[in-house]
């Protein structure tokens, strides 16, 4: 066991320094102190047989390459934050779920979050709230650490920035409730149009529903640049999924639990929209839309998406119209 055994001590040992950085929000990244930690230990493991993480049972640590470091760190990383994050789990009766769940992904909105919050509580709906904290370091972790615990919140928090798309699958496998859709923390959408978002669902006309900001004001959105390289990247979707959306960017999307959760997310950023978009077409669902207000806000003011997202984007929406 030798050397593998202290690597396993280390990391039920370290649990608890685990749940004290996703607390209180330390910058340290515990996702880069294990990704060097472990890599230390493995490559002096020598002759050692792998232990339970091993892919072979003769495998010593002079044949790992790095991807196999890489992968075994990522596994280890991600049982970490399951149990730090199990605590903060809300448990439901088997026979009683909420009739929404609302999965709100974060990443340092700090000067946002609790209004969002706020205002996402205050609907009269039965719901869920789900918060996932991908990795801030501007003080929104302590925010999100205040509803660990309380009823009908379920805090998930990742130990580095992964990308919306991480955070979104970390949600979604919490979700409870029969419809799911997806709240941003930065208050460019009005958490009141979530109820206009589900009603074709709650009524039963439809299993998924979008929200768009382009379908009945399109000049809510001040910039011609982001209108123009929405509906580009709109359209281009629409030829490859035989959708009519006017608005495949959007924030809000509603679907029913069932149907979500049969879907195996790929898409760590912002690549998600495309893929889930391009996967429930290929199922055969046809996309309601409703229209929704919104805010846009400039790069300057915190906007995250860039150049980069645009072409993973437009390699996305080909990748899922054939894959």
């Known amino acids: 066991m030798g050397g593998f055994g202290t690597f396993l001590r280390i990391l039920r040992n370290v649990r608890a320094v685990a749940e004290t950085l996703a607390i209180l929000g330390s910058e340290?990244?515990?996702?880069?102190?294990?990704?060097?930690?472990?890599?230390?230990?493995?490559?002096?493991?020598?002759?050692?047989?792998a232990a339970p993480l091993s892919t072979s049972p003769h495998e010593d640590a002079q044949?790992?390459?790095?991807?196999?470091?890489?992968?075994?760190?990522?596994?280890?990383?991600?049982?970490?934050?399951e149990t730090t994050n199990r605590e903060s789990k809300c448990d439901y009766p088997s026979t009683i779920h909420p009739?929404?769940?609302?999965?709100?992904?974060?990443?340092?909105?700090?000067?946002?979050v609790a209004s969002?919050?706020?205002?996402?509580?205050?609907?009269?709906?039965?719901?869920?709230?789900?918060?996932?904290?991908?990795?801030?370091?501007?003080?929104?972790?302590e925010i999100l650490s205040e509803y660990i615990g309380r009823d009908g919140f379920d805090v998930i928090m990742h130990f580095g920035n992964r990308g919306k798309g991480a955070a979104l699958k970390s949600g979604f496998q919490r979700a409870m409730g029969e419809i799911v859709i997806v709240q941003d923390a930065d208050l460019e959408y009005e958490p009141?149009?979530?109820?206009?978002?589900?009603?074709?669902?709650?009524?039963?006309?439809?299993?998924?529903?979008?929200?768009?900001?382009?379908?009945?004001?399109?000049?809510?959105?001040?910039?011609?640049?982001?209108?123009?390289?929405?509906?580009?990247?709109?359209?281009?979707?629409?030829?490859?999924?035989?959708q009519r959306l006017t608005d495949m960017e959007t924030c809000y999307k509603a679907i029913r639990r069932e149907i979500l959760q049969s879907i195996e997310i790929e898409q760590h950023r912002f690549g998600f929209?495309?893929?889930?978009t391009?996967?429930?077409?290929?199922?055969?669902?046809?996309?309601?839309?409703?229209?929704?207000?919104?805010?846009?806000?400039?790069?300057?003011?915190g906007k995250k998406i860039g150049f980069k997202d645009l072409v993973n984007t437009l390699w996305c929406i080909v990748r899922y119209r054939f894959q």
């Open 28 to 49: 340290i990244s515990l996702r880069n102190l294990f990704r060097y930690g472990a890599r230390s230990i493995l490559s002096n493991l020598q002759t050692q047989p």
């Open 273 to 276: 929209e495309p893929e889930i």
């Open 99 to 112: 009739t929404l769940t609302i999965v709100i992904p974060v990443f340092n909105e700090s000067g946002t």
């Open 192 to 242: 009141q149009d979530i109820l206009k978002v589900v009603a074709p669902i709650l009524d039963g006309r439809t299993d998924v529903v979008y929200g768009s900001r382009y379908l009945e004001n399109s000049e809510q959105d001040q910039s011609l640049v982001h209108r123009f390289g929405n509906w580009l990247l709109t359209q281009f979707s629409n030829c490859m999924t035989a």
């Open 278 to 301: 391009a996967k429930l077409a290929r199922r055969g669902h046809r996309i309601l839309e409703v229209p929704v207000s919104y805010r846009s806000r400039s790069w300057r003011e």
């Open 116 to 141: 969002v919050i706020e205002k996402v509580a205050a609907l009269d709906i039965n719901k869920q709230i789900v918060l996932v904290d991908d990795g801030s370091t501007d003080g929104t972790r």
């Open 63 to 81: 044949s790992f390459p790095d991807a196999v470091v890489e992968t075994r760190i990522e596994r280890v990383v991600e049982w970490l934050e």
